[in-house]
């Protein structure tokens, strides 16, 4: 059964719910971020090394974790988006401004955003993200074959 949650205008695009969520991290804002979350309770979140969370509640209990810490400077770099009429997968590879003994520092992490479109609007329904390697992860692409 889906959680009470209150309205929020509908979102045009995954892209639109995409660019929210990020900008939420980046300023640390839990409801702006809990405002792109499907109101289903089995949506998912998997934080890079972390575990499977699932549930409105959870994720947003492991967001207010993270944000005790501070905002994340994390922006969705080279977006790749599968999108039907009603669902979009977008794999981005994210990079985020850590700061390090050096200075700000690049980190990598390679993440999946799963969205649905809901009588809401679109919205997020799973987010899971991996760590990437020290330095920008090189994509690897098959070449379409050509039949004669």
Known sequence: MPSAK????PL???DD???QFYEALQQGDIEKLMAVWSDDDDIACVHPGGPRVIGAAA???SFDAMFANGAINAHAEK???VVTLSSAVHSVLERVQVMTKEGPQSAWVIATNVYMKTAQGWRLV???ASPGTPREVQEIVETASVLH
């Open 59 to 61: 994720i947003r209990a």
């Open 126 to 128: 799973a987010h899971h």
């Open 6 to 9: 209150p309205p929020h205008a």
């Open 12 to 14: 045009a695009s995954p």
């Open 79 to 81: 977006v790749r988006r």
């Open 17 to 19: 719910i995409e660019q």
